[in-house]
């Protein structure tokens, strides 16, 4: 309607039909660009640190530090100086100062400022996983301080975590969960629950026990609230809900986890006891976790680094891939040496070498990320394994296709015009090129895929097939197939060394 009013507007003040539509046009065109703007975000930064810096009364600003979110808190801390810290601790509280630290990336600056009572008391209230976490930053002496000033149940939530290996699903966990016992009623559950959640307040899902501890099921707290007190508590419990042992190893059950969309997983013991749960939280950072070190050992690294670490710990990581990728590096020019006469008799073609190397470690490195992607599954039969196999090496297979045709032309072309040779001889060597790289692209897709499958069955984690091991592997390869077909194709056949 409002589009047929503006043209009518126009129409009445005289103006020619086509100057009409193009000021129309240029009206709804300006609409539909108001309507495309996204607003700008409030500045939550600058507003935190002016209502640290203000003259407002303590209580004023802790009424307004209410309004804003502890990540938000959190990442204004490193912008004040200690003082401001300090002040700002002092006004937040000690409960909302332990909720703003879980959001720190880097906790143990903050907490080497404070003293070490204070800190103790920050770090037994925080839930006992991102406490441990905290702990694990700072130096043994002084963490083994910290948890000393603490009282008995941190303690023993703190030890609980810290006694899992880092691989372990155990050391994920938070201690941070609700309890009932299968015999209760309604009321009373609804009265554990309000009891529990002044200590615990991952209330969305409660956990049902049996008489004698061990886990039987889980209730949504939804269901327990708008359930009649003459139902019986055991109607409303899911005893098929899902749960992880506390030894299970992250990469074992990562995929099991992530196929559950419930806000927390319960952790057991072998006695069917619950220990912990994994919350969508901790969920989302264990994944994190292993997306950086599969992206490390794809880099050909053994782990992550980060911003701030040592030298020589960078360089321990670094340089045993480095020093057996330079060891392949070795094997890959002895062989091109093997080629000498070839490269004597026809110089052109070390042109175009680097090509093919290239090519034959990016397919190789694309089919590599696919395999160890599609291996996360781990239920995978070895017929499923082939036929994955058998798609790669047809990928491979029509990528080489397409490509070695427009290298064929492409550089049968470059051949004959720039370097000068008959067209005879540019196109033969042009086909050489496009067939040595077809073949290459097949082998590095069979080489890609087959080797992580393989470093699978051998109990390794398939992610040490990483980047540059395969590349340096196709690169053998690409050597191979490309002086040998130089071999036969040109020096054998066309006789043209």
């Not at 930053?137 to 083994?144: G, M, N, P, W």
């Not at 307040?201 to 008489?211: A, G, K, R, S, W």
Request: proline residues 3%; hydrophobic residues 45%.
């Amino acid at each position: 309607m409002e589009e047929k009013f503006e043209d009518k507007d126009l129409e009445n003040q005289n103006i020619p039909k086509k100057a009409r539509e193009e000021q129309a046009q240029e009206i709804r065109n300006g609409e539909e660009q108001e309507i495309k703007e996204v607003p700008e975000k409030e500045d939550y930064e600058a507003e935190l640190i002016n209502i640290i810096r203000s003259d407002e009364p303590a209580p004023v600003k802790k009424e307004k530090f209410n309004d804003y979110h502890e990540n938000d808190i959190a990442s204004v801390l490193e912008k004040l100086d200690a003082a401001e810290r300090r002040k700002l601790y002092s006004i937040l509280g000690l409960e909302k100062v332990s909720e703003v630290f879980a959001y720190l990336d880097n906790p143990e600056e903050f907490i080497e400022e404070l003293d070490s009572e204070t800190a103790a008391d920050i770090l037994e209230n925080m839930e006992a996983d991102d406490a441990v976490d905290i702990l694990e930053e700072l130096e043994d002496k002084k963490s083994k301080e910290l948890i000393h000033l603490m009282d008995t149940e941190a303690k023993k939530d703190i030890h609980l975590i810290q006694s899992y290996d880092d691989d372990e699903i155990g050391s994920k966990m938070t201690t941070n969960y609700v309890t009932l016992s299968l015999n209760l009623t309604i009321k009373q559950a609804m009265k554990s629950m309000v009891e529990q959640a002044a200590e615990n307040d991952n209330i969305t899902t409660l956990y049902v026990l049996q008489e004698d501890g061990t886990f039987y099921g889980a209730i949504d707290l939804t269901d327990l609230i708008v359930a009649r007190e003459y139902v019986e508590l055991e109607s409303l419990v899911t005893t098929s809900y899902p749960f992880v042992y506390d030894h299970e190893t992250v990469d074992e059950c990562i995929e099991e986890l992530k196929d559950y969309s419930a806000d927390s997983i319960p952790v057991l013991d072998k006695d069917k006891h619950i220990l912990g749960v994994i919350t969508s939280q901790d969920l989302l950072e264990i994944v994190d976790e292993e997306m950086g070190e599969d992206y490390a050992k794809f880099a050909g690294l053994s782990e992550e680094e980060d911003l701030e670490e040592p030298l020589f710990e960078s360089l321990k990581k670094r340089t045993p891939w480095l020093a057996v990728l330079l060891f392949l590096g070795l094997i890959v020019s002895t062989v091109t040496g093997m080629f000498e006469g070839i490269i004597a008799g026809l110089p052109i073609i070390v042109t175009f070498q680097s090509v093919i190397l290239g090519m034959s470690g990016n397919v190789g490195t694309q089919s590599l990320a696919v395999t160890i992607r599609v291996l996360m599954d781990e239920d995978l039969t070895f017929k499923q394994q082939a036929g994955f196999v058998l798609k790669e090496l047809k990928i491979g297979f029509c990528n080489g296709l397409i490509i070695g045709f427009i290298s064929f032309v492409v550089t049968g072309i470059y051949i004959w015009l720039v370097k000068g040779l008959v067209i005879t001889s540019a196109f033969a060597m042009a086909g050489c090129i496009g067939i040595a790289l077809w073949i290459a692209m097949i082998i590095s897709s069979f080489v890609g895929s087959i080797v992580p499958i393989i470093f699978t069955k051998m109990h390794v984690d398939p992610a040490v097939a990483s980047g540059p091991l395969i590349s340096t592997m196709n690169d053998l390869v690409a050597v191979v197939t490309y002086y040998g077909m130089a071999w036969i194709l040109l020096i054998n056949v066309m006789h043209l060394g």
